[in-house]
Nanobody, 120 residues
């Protein structure tokens, strides 16, 4: 079955960087759309970045220029490089996947999340 396992979260100071990873298994990774979402306390889950099968990436306006999503199809890993972190980036970060049609609606497969905390 589809499994997604995130890692790389932690507590950092504003302006620092973190790199999240998501190890995927149980499906043909290269054929699926993948992405990162986040949810802060008291807020709805929001999309952060996603990458389709062709390698085209999209980003939320709030992270453009600071975050970079990448995927390693050979090793079934999704990355999120987060630079110049801000306090408002504090959230639980999730990776998600599905076929690209479903992904645009709402992906069905989610990891357990990794916490990112940014302090001033």
């Amino acid at each position: 079955q589809v499994q997604l396992v995130e890692s790389g979260g932690g507590s950092v100071q504003a302006g620092e960087s973190l790199r999240l990873s998501c190890a995927a298994s149980g499906f043909t990774f290269s054929l699926y759309c993948v992405g990162w979402f986040r949810q802060a306390p008291g807020k709805e889950r929001e999309g952060v970045a996603d990458r389709d099968r062709a390698g085209i990436s999209k980003y939320a306006d709030s992270v453009k220029g600071r975050f970079t999503i990448s995927r390693d199809n050979a090793n079934n890993i999704l990355w999120l490089q987060m630079n110049s972190l801000k306090v408002e980036d504090t959230a639980m970060y999730y990776c998600a996947t599905d076929n690209c049609i479903q992904f645009l609606r709402r992906p069905n497969y989610w990891g357990q999340g990794t916490q990112v905390t940014v302090s001033s």
